[in-house]
Each structure stands twice: as structure tokens, then as C-alpha cells.
């Protein structure tokens, strides 16, 4: 709710001098939210709690506040205007394209990589409607360039993943993985069992990092991937040459 909501960023403020960045995720501002999230009437609520946010942020500086939309099959239609609303707002907004996990989402990755692929040339022309609203950055124009590339059947990985190298996944029940999307193949161990520290340098998590440099996964899960992109050479020398001609 807006008010349990505002309690809990207050009591976060209150116990750090630092920045603090909150993403609301809304997948649509119509009655489809309801298919996406299960939660009738839902659009409104996420709304308030947005907008109760962004008033926050106008009078906290530490507070910054971004809108996170996640294209699916459900809510394609909204991907535009959620962007607008977002601008509206004033506030960031971040498109994720969700390609499945069993673990997390419940959903075999591949049944979505066939609805991308299948319907990949309405994806590319919302992709540029989006730039045309304003959705511009380097990072999001990078990893879209990506996207036909994933959709592949064994495609060649355009960025070097470093999940479970620099950032990991932990689930509600203490599982270990080194990534969002990854399934109960690439489980690192158990938060009930052993410290973090003991699983990230197991054996087992090595074998799983090699699993993942051998190009036994591939997704285009944003926060893997734009995570990825800061640590590869190519997209680094890429920026240092945009800032330099800017």
C-alpha cells in the first residue's frame, strides 16, 4: 500500500546517508495489469504508490525514483504508454525483456523465446517507436541491438556473461544461483547449509561458472546483461569513444 510504502523508504532514509534508488515495476496501466500481475484493480494502486514516490523525491534528493516495464506477451500494447507515463512523471524508465526461469518465474524460458521470435518484427518496430518517445540511452540502445541475436536457436553470445562472477541470485528459500534466470542446473548451494562465502568458493560454484562461460545458458534478462555490458572491453572503449567525439 502508499502508506506502508512511504514507512519503509522513511525508515531506509533515516538509516543511511546514501543514495537511494526504488524501481516500481508496472507492466501495464489498463485491466491487463491484472492478467500480468493476478491483482484486480491493480493499475490504480501502482499508480498511487508512483506518484506518492516521485512527491518524495521532489522534497528528499537522496530518492530517486524509476519505472521498470517487462514486455510480455500479456502487456505489449502497454509498452508505450508506460514510457510516456514515465515521462510524464519525470522519473526513468527501464524496459526488461523476460525470457523465462524455472525457479523464479516459473516459466520455461523457452515458451517465450518462441512468442519473441514469432512475433520479433512487431518487437523491433515498438523498439523504435520507444526511442522516438524519448527511450534513449546508451545502455538500453546497446543491449536492444542485442536482441534479435538472443532469439537464435544457438546463437553467439554478443556479450560475455560474468553472472555469478561480479552478482548472484538468492531465492526466498536460500538458494544460491548466479542469475535470475537460471534453473536448479546452475543451484550454487544453500544459505541454510553453508555461509555465502563457503558456496561462492566451492567447487561446486566453479563448476557452475564454467557451465556459464561454455555458453550452456542464454538469456537477455536486462539486469544480467546491461550488468555484463559494464564489464566488457568492447562496450567500455565504445563509450570512451562516444564521450570523447561528444
Not at 543511511?16 to 515495476?25: I, K, M, P
Not at 563457503?198 to 538469456?219: D, K, Q, Y
Amino acid at each position: 500500500t502508499p502508506s506502508l510504502t512511504r514507512r519503509r523508504i522513511e525508515e531506509m532514509l533515516a538509516q543511511s546517508t546514501n543514495e537511494l534508488w526504488v524501481n516500481v515495476s508496472i507492466d501495464s496501466l489498463d485491466d491487463s495489469y491484472n492478467d500480468v500481475r493476478g491483482i484486480p484493480g491493480g493499475e490504480n494502486k501502482v499508480k498511487q504508490t508512483t506518484e506518492l514516490l516521485v512527491e518524495m523525491a521532489r522534497q528528499e534528493p537522496r530518492l530517486n525514483i524509476g519505472v521498470l516495464y517487462t514486455l510480455m506477451p500479456e502487456n505489449f500494447h502497454q509498452a508505450l504508454p508506460v514510457l510516456e507515463y514515465a515521462n510524464g512523471l519525470g522519473v526513468q524508465y527501464t524496459l526488461n525483456v523476460i525470457n523465462g526461469g524455472d525457479v523464479f518465474y516459473q516459466q520455461s524460458p523457452d515458451e517465450t523465446m518462441t512468442w519473441y521470435r514469432d512475433h520479433l518484427e512487431e518487437i523491433l518496430d515498438l523498439f523504435e517507436k520507444l526511442k522516438s518517445a524519448g527511450y534513449n540511452r546508451s545502455l538500453t540502445n546497446k543491449l536492444l541491438s542485442f536482441f534479435p541475436q538472443y532469439l537464435e536457436e544457438k546463437p553467439n553470445r554478443p556479450v560475455q556473461c560474468v553472472s555469478g562472477f561480479t552478482s548472484a541470485f538468492i531465492s526466498p528459500f536460500g538458494d544460491v544461483y548466479p542469475c535470475v534466470p537460471s534453473g536448479e542446473a546452475y543451484k550454487m548451494g544453500n544459505l541454510l547449509e553453508s555461509t555465502f562465502d563457503e558456496i561462492w568458493t566451492s567447487g561446486r560454484a566453479r563448476e557452475v561458472r564454467e557451465a556459464v562461460n561454455a555458453h550452456e545458458c542464454n538469456c537477455l534478462l536486462t539486469c544480467e546483461t546491461t550488468n555484463s555490458l559494464k564489464f566488457s572491453p568492447s562496450y567500455l572503449a565504445e563509450r570512451v569513444y562516444q564521450r570523447v567525439l561528444s
